[in-house]
């Protein structure tokens, strides 16, 4: 017989839980988390929940006030921020994947490609962003820079509900940027590579506004219904 897993500890329950609550915004931005709620509805004691609030302040998912814990509010400046060190980060891992990686990465990484654009025409926003995200992160590993993959990850999650909101309308143009920074990784040209990817990310400030403006339709208008 296979040992079964050990279950997951009260607090990682609580953290997954919470997590998926943030990235689907099922908080209002700036809303004060009720912790006696949270940990009675979780059937959890305040400790392993307090454990899995301060985790999540730790990634940045949540903000530590002087009482209690709060969703971030959907600041633009703070969105500004974070879509900047995000393409900083994806440009150096492209630079480093071009640098790095072998043919045999590219070769997955076009399989994916390949997988992804094959995805119903029907496919959730959730499904385009999750092969988008899978897109860029296997070029964090092509890079070969660890930090840099986690650190990316973790804006991802900071990001989701701004990217959710961009995803919406635009698969065949993300495909289309995808297979262009694929063939300059093949090319081995670094410059070109980064060139795609900051046409690709969300930078310019208008275009930022405006995703935090929908987002803010979006949270509110499901709030209400």
């Not at 670094?190 to 990817?197: G, I, K, N, W």
Request: with cysteine; net charge negative; proline share 4%.
């Amino acid at each position: 017989m296979h040992p079964q897993p050990a279950p997951a500890s009260s607090s990682q329950r609580a953290y997954t839980e919470l997590r998926e609550r943030l990235l689907r915004a099922t908080f209002l931005p700036g809303e004060k988390l009720n912790e006696v709620a949270l940990a009675a509805e979780l059937a959890l004691s305040r400790t392993p929940l307090r454990e899995a609030l301060n985790r999540l302040t730790a990634e940045g998912l949540l903000l530590h006030l002087d009482r209690g814990f709060a969703a971030p509010p959907l600041d633009p400046e703070r969105v500004f921020d974070l879509f900047e060190a995000r393409l900083e980060i994806e440009c150096a891992t492209i630079r480093l994947a071009c640098a790095r990686a072998d043919d045999a990465g590219f070769d997955e990484l076009a399989a994916f490609l390949d997988e992804s654009g094959a995805e119903s025409p029907d496919a959730s926003v959730d499904r385009l962003i999750e092969l988008d995200i899978g897109f860029h992160d296997r070029i964090a590993t092509l890079s070969g820079n660890a930090v840099l993959r986690q650190m990316l990850a973790n804006l991802n999650d900071r990001l989701h509900l701004i990217r959710w909101i961009a995803m919406e309308g635009r698969r065949d143009q993300t495909q289309a940027q995808h297979r262009d920074m694929l063939a300059h990784l093949r090319d081995r040209d670094a410059e070109a590579a980064m060139a795609a990817m900051r046409v690709h990310i969300l930078h310019r400030k208008e275009d930022i506004l405006a995703a935090v403006k929908a987002a803010y339709g979006h949270v509110y208008t499901s709030a209400r219904s």
